[in-house]
């Protein structure tokens, strides 16, 4: 590998914030020995984070497939024949009673996603009384519910909603070989809704779609050069399932997915890296090496939305060999305001069960 421009990294790299990185650095990161990456990664890791402390989320499928939309890795696209059963929005109770399940098991975040193009003013009700329900058990909130107007996710952030999730998938430039049904500005537009509505970002994508390296650059390059860094970084590995258009995919080799990561680390010093999808293909030393080379989170549980997930008592364990503590999170509500938040969203479940209107396919 021929590097195309000689890395920079300094002490002031370490834990400055820069939005103006060209494609060339970027892919000078990725290009040079990987000890050389590592070292880097790991030394802006220390800097910025506890290095031993991985936040944990867990992802509940609150609404199952029959998605309008075309990403060709998606089990979820209606599109796809893939054997995968849809499912009806969950009832409130029922995303809150998986919310203190998660809770129970070590979750510090509950993040919950519906399989839509976007919601409908319909959903809008039902997705705020999640929020409201699960925030009020202490946890912090995350969704991800396809493209969102301004005033959704306006109603979203007033109802508490602390993270919402919608990845950029690749760079632009490949992006048209993934996903037709909604382009990359109207990716761009929803996140932009979602920070000026004052929500956290979690923007990352996927890699082992068949793109080069510097598609991965060029993803990361839209990342780090947002107006602010999203808080949260997935880095996905692409889970080929039968029946999509990618299930014959060819192997990323694993290194490519450990650079990506600490890529993504040195170039958003501040933001958690998440280790997302494919997990379950992925041996106990490739996530100890992730780690090392700057992930700091992972979705804890038995599914990842549709794809099978690492079970939650492995993670614990592998955690315990390799010394590694969770982040805690502290809620900044009151008493008054949860349990407020817990009977309203109680109340509404009460009547849209009476009103016989509460399930529906999107
Ligand atoms: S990734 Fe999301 S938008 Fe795309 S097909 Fe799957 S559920 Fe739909």
């Not at 500005?185 to 979602?194: A, G, H, I, M, Q």
């Not at 992925?282 to 990842?304: D, H, P, R, V």
Request: aromatic residues 8%; glycine residues 6%; contains cysteine.
């Amino acid at each position: 590998m021929n590097a195309v421009a000689k890395p920079v990294f300094n002490k002031k790299a370490i834990t400055d914030i820069r939005h103006d990185w060209s494609r060339e650095e970027i892919l000078a990161l990725f290009t040079q020995p990987f000890s050389d990456l590592m070292f880097q990664a790991q030394t802006v890791h220390r800097a910025n984070f506890d290095p031993n402390q991985v936040q944990v989320s867990t992802l509940c499928s609150i609404k199952t497939g029959a998605c309008p939309e075309d990403c060709a890795y998606c089990p979820q696209s209606a599109r796809y024949d893939t054997g995968l059963e849809k499912e009806k929005l969950m009832a409130v109770q029922a995303v809150i009673d998986e919310a203190k399940a998660a809770k129970a098991s070590g979750a510090t975040r509950f993040c919950m996603g519906a399989a839509w193009r976007s919601p409908k003013g319909r959903d809008m009700g039902y997705v705020t009384d999640m929020v409201k329900g699960v925030k009020g058990l202490g946890l912090e909130t995350c969704m991800t519910l396809g493209m969102l107007k301004s005033e959704q996710a306006e109603q979203l952030a007033d109802a508490g909603l602390d993270y919402y999730n919608h990845n950029l998938d690749t760079s632009p430039e490949y992006y048209g070989d993934v996903i037709t049904t909604r382009t990359y500005s109207d990716r761009l537009e929803t996140l932009d809704n979602v920070r000026n509505a004052g929500m956290k970002v979690c923007c990352g994508g996927i890699v082992g779609m068949g793109e080069e390296e510097s598609d991965r650059a060029g993803l990361l390059q839209q990342l780090a050069n947002m107006k602010e860094h999203p808080e949260s970084v997935p880095v996905n590995m692409l889970v080929k399932v039968e029946g999509t258009p990618m299930a014959d995919q060819a192997d990323l080799d694993p290194f490519d997915f450990i650079r990506t990561i600490a890529v993504a680390r040195i170039i958003m010093p501040k933001s958690h890296v998440r280790l997302s999808a494919g997990r379950e293909e992925m041996n106990e030393q490739m996530q100890a090496m992730a780690y090392l080379a700057g992930a700091n989170s992972i979705f804890y549980g038995e599914k990842l939305l549709t794809t099978p997930n690492p079970e939650a008592s492995k993670d614990m364990l592998l955690f315990k060999r390799l010394g590694i503590h969770q982040e805690s999170y502290e809620i900044h509500m009151d008493e008054k305001e949860q349990a407020a938040a817990l009977v309203k969203s109680l109340a509404a479940e009460q009547e849209s069960i009476k009103n016989d209107k509460f399930f529906y396919t999107a």
